[in-house]
T-cell receptor, first 113, second 112 residues
């Protein structure tokens, strides 16, 4: 069975500071990994995806994530936080044998002025 | 690309009543998914269609839940005899093949 664990349900950073949101996955086969962002009362928007090509993946809004097989991690980073980055972030996993995504429980990012 | 559309946005119902939600996927997308999201949690998979065929159902989808996609376009999710535990955001997503999922804004169900 696949699963993802997001460490830290809440993360608070100052505007301009580094953003680091952690995600560890469990999968018995090579995974596909995703980060989605959700703003209040809205659906989820894809930030970036890893599908077995380059291990460093760049996404929208200046976010990137690195796939580390040895650590079973796919942490999300952004060098400089902006107030508009405040939202809920979800890591998700799937593989070629299964269509549905399995999501983590989410990390709420707060950005302090 | 008009995005995934879900209706209604909000639904308040009394316990025991039946409710139906509709999802209109992106027009060329052949796959459609339903997820449920409760407060403070990530979305949980409910069911998945490829065209009109329902290919996978989660054990979360009890006998009171039924989903259809009769012509391989829009889909409906019906909950019969609603319970307070059904209160959640119901999210629909679509994709073209193995492309990433595009989500709608969801239907928030409140059962009183």
């Amino acid at each position: 069975a696949q699963s993802v664990t997001q460490l830290g349900s809440h993360v608070s950073v100052s505007e301009g500071a580094l953003v680091l949101l952690r995600c560890n996955y469990s999968s018995s086969v090579p995974p596909y990994l995703f980060w989605y962002v959700q703003y209040p009362n809205q659906g989820l928007q894809l930030l970036l995806k890893y599908t077995s090509a380059a291990t460093l993946v760049k996404g929208i809004n200046g976010f990137e994530a690195e796939f580390k097989k040895s650590e079973t991690s796919f942490h999300l980073t952004k060098p400089s936080a902006h107030m508009s980055d405040a939202a809920e972030y979800f890591c998700a996993v799937t593989d070629t044998g299964r269509r549905a995504l399995t999501f983590g429980s989410g990390t709420r990012l707060q950005v302090q002025p | 690309d008009t995005g995934v559309s879900q209706n209604p946005r909000h639904k308040i119902t009394k316990r025991g009543q039946n409710v139906t939600f509709r999802c209109d996927p992106i027009s060329e997308h052949n796959r459609l998914y339903w997820y449920r999201q409760t407060l403070g949690q990530g979305p949980e998979f409910l069911t998945y269609f490829q065209n009109e065929a329902q290919l996978e159902k989660s054990r979360l989808l009890s006998d009171r839940f039924s989903a259809e996609r009769p012509k391989g376009s829009f889909s409906t999710l019906e909950i019969q005899r609603t319970e307070q535990g059904d209160s959640a955001m119901y999210l629909c997503a679509s994709s073209l093949g193995d492309s990433p999922l595009h989500f709608g804004n969801g239907t928030r169900l409140t059962v009183t």
